[in-house]
């Protein structure tokens, strides 16, 4: 029997008066990125075929060759037997080739009512609604490491910054759970924009449906889509949700890449707050002393590319006029690469987190310097009756006095104090403490050790659920 399949390089060949040349067809193939999506391909396609089936539309001897051949392929493409090949362009056609060539014309048969712009639009929804399943695990497992380091360090002092200066005291714990709030945020984006993933384009058939009486609720069910994308068009067309997914991925590594550079400062000898096992840094080839976080550096270097990846995206959507073009089919490289690196990234960094260790002698000795505990000498001022303005001016004037001598304000006798206002008694030197410092802000969001343990503890109950 001949067929327009029989020669496999031409699936469209009857209207062709020449092959396109190798050079075009390698430049308009995709099969060498988008056969990651095998596996996905084939369980749409058995949703359709099980559909067709009901539907009467194929006989069920066809369905069963249909699910027979699949297995084969399945199984082929697993153990790495099965051949792709670029003179069949995609990884849609190359797997429908295949099934021809196992079951004959129940293979042939697969393709009734539906077409290339569907099928791919719904392979890459389940491929990134699994991709976003296994990121929103591993950023639970990041969060609960960081509320292991946040805990053990819920009463270690450090000195908070702003411009980088000296600010105030804060716990270490309070600290990092600032970023157990942003990870979280990242995965509530994250299970938001899988609700517009999850979705049904199938039945759109090229862009207008199809003339078949096919059922989009039943293959909708039978993929897990909470619903049906509702116009043809739309549906062949929209790349919404990748671009929604690109997004928060870059926010996530924006989040990463601050922390990275928080890790790179404190790992720094001359700040020396914090050291990271030996398992995330690497040495230099000419000088035997040194200990880098490459890690840590390559992540705030793979943001840029992620960052690249939405660009690109959106770029790639802006002129398009509907429905499907031919231009989507650039949406599928800059989303793997998001996925992969932040896969890694994050599984990386939940690794990481049981890797670091704390220096709370450096951090002390550094949070007794700047001046921290200087606004709760105010604030002290303040709840004696002075009108915050004027005590603020008190104490610039003492720390300036105290910096002239190169002393701490905790340094200066009652007497002394006394010079800038004369409401100091005996019982400032409380305030003036780290310790005392950090447990004034006891509070909801405050840095006061009691209130890291709470933080952490509702927190984990979230985590948990
Ligand atoms: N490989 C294509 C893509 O990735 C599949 C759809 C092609 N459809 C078409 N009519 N050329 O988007």
């Not at 309070?174 to 999850?198: S, T, W």
């Amino acid at each position: 029997m001949t067929s327009q399949f029989s020669k496999k390089s031409e699936a469209w060949s009857a209207r062709f008066s020449e092959p396109v040349s190798d050079l075009v067809k390698r430049y308009t193939a995709s099969v060498f990125f988008d056969n990651r999506m095998a596996t996905f391909d084939i369980q749409g396609s058995l949703a359709h075929a099980e559909m067709l089936q009901a539907q009467s539309i194929i006989s069920a001897e066809d369905y069963a060759a249909i699910q027979k051949g699949m297995a084969q392929i399945s199984a082929e493409i697993e153990s790495g037997q099965f051949e792709w090949l670029l003179d069949l362009e995609d990884v849609h056609l190359n797997i429908e080739k295949r099934l021809t060539e196992l079951v004959g014309d129940a293979g042939k048969r697969l393709h009734t009512g539906r077409s290339r712009n569907d099928q791919v639009a719904t392979d890459i929804r389940l491929y990134m609604r699994n991709a976003i399943d296994q990121i929103l695990e591993l950023i639970t497992q990041f969060r609960l490491a960081l509320l292991d380091l946040a805990e053990k360090h819920s009463d270690t002092i450090l000195p908070g910054f702003t411009h980088m200066q000296v600010a105030q005291p804060i716990t270490f714990g309070h600290h990092i759970l600032a970023y157990v709030e942003m990870f979280g945020r990242d995965a509530e984006r994250m299970l938001d924009c899988r609700k517009r993933v999850n979705r049904l384009p199938l039945g759109a058939a090229a862009l207008a449906g199809t003339s078949f009486p096919i059922d989009r609720l039943r293959v909708a069910k039978t993929l897990g889509f909470e619903d049906v994308c509702h116009n043809s068009l739309d549906a062949v067309s929209d790349r919404d949700f990748a671009i929604e997914f690109c997004a928060a991925a870059s926010l996530i590594m924006t989040h990463i890449s601050r922390m990275s550079e928080e890790l790179i400062i404190w790992m720094s000898p001359r700040i020396g707050f914090i050291d990271i096992a030996d398992r995330f840094c690497t040495g230099s080839s000419i000088m035997p002393q040194k200990k880098n976080p490459d890690v840590p550096e390559l992540a705030r270097g793979k943001t840029g590319r992620v960052n690249g990846n939405l660009i690109s995206l959106l770029t790639l959507m802006k002129g398009q006029p509907l429905a499907y073009n031919k231009d989507n089919q650039e949406d599928k490289e800059p989303l793997f690469d998001t996925v992969d690196t932040l896969v890694d990234t994050l599984r990386i960094f939940a690794d990481m987190a049981t890797g670091i260790s704390v220096k709370p002698d450096a951090m002390r000795a550094a949070a007794l310097q700047g001046y921290a505990t200087a606004t709760d000498l105010a604030d002290y001022l303040v709840k004696k009756g002075l009108p915050f303005r004027d005590a603020h001016e008190a104490v610039a004037l003492a720390v300036r006095t105290c910096v002239e001598r190169n002393q701490d304000l905790s340094d200066l006798s009652v007497e002394e104090l006394q010079v800038f206002s004369p409401l100091i008694t005996p019982d400032v030197f409380a305030v003036l403490t780290l310790e005392g410092s950090v447990a004034a802000r006891n509070h909801i969001g405050g840095t006061a050790p009691s209130q890291v343990r709470l933080a952490i503890a509702r927190l984990r109950q979230q985590l948990s659920k």
